[in-house]
């Protein structure tokens, strides 16, 4: 799998939009992270987690209480109600390139914090059953503790 990019909107210091592009050439094969403390780096890798793999980046079958306690730490509580992670990733299926957009955003009131999950492929979103079969296939492609490891 290799990801294209990911965006953060109102997660941890990133208050308002920001793109990272994680695009790779022959001349530019590897990506680094790097910043002082406290500019980011773990809140920039918890997000790639969380955004590809929602509840079960933390062992969760489900969304239980305790990943939404841990997605409310990542909020930047400064903002609007608009929290998302979107990342544009592909891989190679039966020798066919596939590219989709995956966007995981929270909405948060006085008592609770919502998810919602929307995926792209080919300009076209996915239901819920397609949504469900690509992040199963997701977890078999690679592994949150994989980012754990960074």
Do not use: C
């Amino acid at each position: 799998m290799k990801i294209n990019y990911i965006k953060l909107n109102n997660i941890g210091p990133y208050l308002g939009e920001h793109k990272f592009d994680l695009n790779t050439n022959s001349s530019k094969n590897i990506v680094l992270i790097g910043g002082k403390n406290g500019a980011g780096k773990t809140t920039f890798l918890k997000a790639l987690k969380y955004g590809l793999f929602g509840s079960f980046s933390l062992g969760f079958k489900t969304d239980t209480e305790s990943y939404f306690n841990e997605i409310d730490t990542i909020l930047n509580n400064q903002s609007s109600n608009d929290f998302y992670i979107e990342i544009e990733f592909e891989y190679v299926e039966n020798f066919e390139l596939k590219k989709y957009t995956l966007k995981r955003s929270w909405k948060k009131n006085l008592s609770s914090i919502t998810e919602h999950v929307k995926i792209i492929y080919d300009d076209v979103l996915l239901d819920d059953y397609e949504t469900k079969e690509l992040t199963d296939k997701l977890r078999a492609i690679t592994s949150p503790q994989l980012i754990n490891s960074y």
